[in-house]
């Protein structure tokens, strides 16, 4: 009998000690897996912003290469045309972009060379700022998307541990209430739980 008490306040003392360090850890994980969680939307928004400015590049790319082709056309027309003034005059008017990759298709002789490119737009020199901020923009936004997918992952993994430490706190207060051996199989299932809890903790990165 003296055997099974010394027994029993051993393991009412373990059970304080588990109820006590799982509930720190309980609030401790429920306030990363919220950080995590408002870093998560933060980062949502980022992304989609970034979509819009990549949308809105992209669009403002396809007007200037729309312009671009307009214009080209009319100078084809009057170079077929034999018409040297106009072209002269549309050639003066090509935007500042779309002139390096113009100078280097008529460098091919595109009229007598039947290997040199179709046309400027295929040109290595047809460049257009706005269509590399599109591609800017929508690298950050993916960048900024997975930083997010991330985030909801770490938020889930947090929240587990709050649910296993809660578990912990549960199953060493039923404890208290239980005869040997009951409750002392019941702390170390506990014990176990709360090592395993704390493994994954600090594998996990912190808000």
């Known amino acids: 009998m003296l055997e099974t008490a010394r027994i029993d306040r051993v393991v009412d003392v373990a059970s304080v000690v588990l109820i006590s ?3 720190v850890l309980t609030a401790l994980c429920g306030y ?4 995590w969680s408002g870093q998560q939307t933060r980062l949502y928004s980022v992304a989609n912003a970034d979509r819009l400015r990549s949308a809105e590049a992209a669009d403002r790319a396809n007007v200037l290469t729309a312009i671009d082709v307009a214009v080209f056309l009319h100078y084809l027309d009057a170079v077929s045309t034999h018409d040297r003034p106009e072209a002269d005059f549309i050639y003066a008017r090509f935007r500042t972009e779309f002139k390096p990759a113009m100078r280097a298709w008529l460098a091919s002789k595109p009229l007598t060379n039947p290997r040199a490119p179709s046309s400027p737009f295929v040109m290595p020199q047809y460049s257009l700022k706005t269509r590399a901020q599109a591609r800017a923009y929508d690298d950050l936004a993916a960048a900024a998307f997975q930083r997010a997918v991330d ?57």
């Open 151 to 207: 985030a909801t992952q770490h938020s889930d993994d947090f929240l587990l541990l709050t649910v296993i430490f809660a578990a912990v706190s549960f199953l060493a207060g039923v404890s208290t209430k239980m005869r040997y051996p009951r409750h002392a199989i019941v702390v170390a299932i506990g014990t176990a739980a709360l090592l395993y809890g704390l493994v994954r903790l600090v594998q996990l990165p912190f808000a």
């Open 32 to 35: 990363q897996s919220g950080r």
């Open 21 to 23: 360090v799982a509930a």
